[in-house]
């Protein structure tokens, strides 16, 4: 069992930045992707960035430019620097790992952007 826990989220201003922190039980090496995802309220749960076990990054085109996704095999953290807020990135955000046959959650992080 990997267990994930998001950290970081908070209230911000439109325009601003947040930093937030996935730290896993499990080594982020062994997994085919770790990801982030998010929900806002009323919305499905939707795929932000996701790197892969190469360093492959991915993201959503609605974040593309503005948020960056790393890791750190060492501290087996993945981070989401998120620039240039707006009231759209307004939401919760998951932590995802994905390896051969499970993949895991975290408990998610709120993350709210005032305009």
């Known amino acids: 069992q990997v267990q994930l826990v998001e950290s970081g989220g908070g209230l911000v201003q439109a325009g601003g930045s947040l930093t937030l922190a996935c730290a896993t039980s499990g080594s982020i090496f062994s997994a085919n992707f770790m990801g982030w995802y998010r929900q806002a309220p009323g919305k499905q749960r939707d795929f932000v960035a996701q790197i892969t076990r190469g360093g492959t990054t991915n993201y959503a085109n609605s974040v593309k430019g503005r948020f960056t996704i790393s890791r750190s095999i060492a501290k087996n953290t993945v981070y989401l620097q998120m620039d240039n807020l707006n009231p759209e990135d307004t939401a919760v955000y998951y932590c995802?790992?994905?390896?051969?046959?499970?993949?895991?959650w975290g408990q998610g992080t709120q993350v709210t952007v005032s305009s």
């Open positions: 995802n790992a994905n390896y051969v046959t499970k993949e895991y």
